[in-house]
């Protein structure tokens, strides 16, 4: 195989450019070269994907049996496009990571596969679309079902969706993961958002960087939804976290309206916390029949703290600041029970 992998230098686009490396195939990556160092091995190009003249430039390189675009995600629909009816005559198949979020249920509705998408047209601009009032749809969402809908146009039944929730894992550059092994460190009493049993789909970043190859390797189209079939109960999430810290730390299940009413905030200062019905009940069943494979979760975890431990830097990532309840307002919401 000869790929493409437009980012390839940090988290999944890393992940994907060593595993492939480690399959015998041929990996050129295009990036700007800001975010880290090009991986041994690979061919680089650098340039700027929403430059035509770059892109023209990048086609020189080809022909690639496949293109893995892990770089679109802050992008408008019309820049996608950009870049895939540049690259069109010199790719066979475009595998593109996008986000549960291009559905229009997301979060509040069970998903599928087949659940309806967003509307959004593959040349819209940065401003298209709307977040709504209870913070869904978002105007993330609409951008990101555009950008499928830019290399559908370029790339028809040779285009793949990986639709991913929460990715974790070593590298992580969000702060997700990174924030609960962080703060199991530090012990004392940690508000844990109830009920412990609730389960969590969140996904490994090396398993999506194998499927993601399965896929460019494969002939298979469509979109997939990449969640981890079994998830893991948030109670056994944080005990491992404990556990992998060496901490005495002692989790305090607190009430989903106890919470709401000290004002934190879900998804980011309690990460991977959210009480919409959908947001967990993402099916994968069609990615699992097509090779998905999920580690446990607390096989994650361990690594991910192995790879702090030794001093594991990810790329700065504004982000990551978002994440984590201030240690002083976790402390007046402990005193309040």
């Known amino acids: 195989m000869r790929i493409l992998v437009i980012g390839g230098t940090w988290f999944l686009g890393k992940s994907i450019t060593e595993r492939a490396l480690a399959r015998g195939w041929s990996v050129t990556t295009f990036n700007r070269g800001r ?17 035509r003249e770059d892109l023209d430039r990048l086609a020189q390189h080809g022909p690639w049996d496949a293109v ?17 009816t ?34 959004c047209p593959p040349d819209a601009d940065e401003t298209y679309g709307y977040t709504g009032a209870d913070g869904s749809p978002t105007t993330y969402g609409f951008q990101k079902a555009g950008g499928e809908r830019a290399v559908t146009e370029a790339f028809g039944e040779a285009a793949v969706f990986l639709r991913p929730g929460a990715i974790l894992g070593p590298g992580e ?34 398993d999506v960087a194998e499927f993601a190859l399965d896929q460019a390797a494969s002939s298979t189209s469509g979109g997939y939804n990449v969640t981890h079939p079994e998830g893991i ?27 709401t009413e000290q004002g934190v905030r879900q998804w980011t200062e309690l990460p991977l916390w959210r009480t919409h019905a959908g947001v967990w009940s993402v ?55």
């Open 68 to 84: 893995i675009d892990t770089s679109s995600s802050d992008l408008a629909p019309r820049d996608v496009l950009l870049a895939t």
């Open 173 to 206: 550059y969000v702060g997700r993961l990174p924030w609960w092994l962080n703060r199991a460190k530090r012990g004392g009493r940690i508000v844990a958002p109830a009920p412990a049993e609730q389960r969590i789909q969140p996904v490994d970043v090396r």
């Open 283 to 337: 099916d994968s069943g069609r990615a699992v029949a097509a090779g998905l494979r999920c580690r446990p979760l607390v096989e994650t975890i361990r690594d991910t703290w192995a790879w702090l431990a030794r001093d594991g830097r990810p790329v700065d990532h504004p982000r990551w600041a978002e994440h984590g309840i201030a240690p002083e307002k976790e402390s007046k919401i402990l005193a309040s029970l």
């Open 86 to 119: 540049a690259l069109q005559g010199t790719a066979q198949r475009w595998v593109h990571i996008s986000t549960v979020s291009v559905y229009e249920g997301w979060p509040h509705q069970p998903l599928t596969d087949a659940s309806p998408l967003l509307e």
């Open 233 to 259: 109960a948030f109670a056994d999430f944080l005990r491992e976290c404990l556990t992998v810290t060496d901490s005495t730390g002692t989790p305090v299940w607190i009430e989903p309206d106890v919470l």
């Open 35 to 51: 975010s880290g160092p090009d991986v041994v091995g690979v061919q680089p190009v650098h340039g700027d994907r929403t430059v």
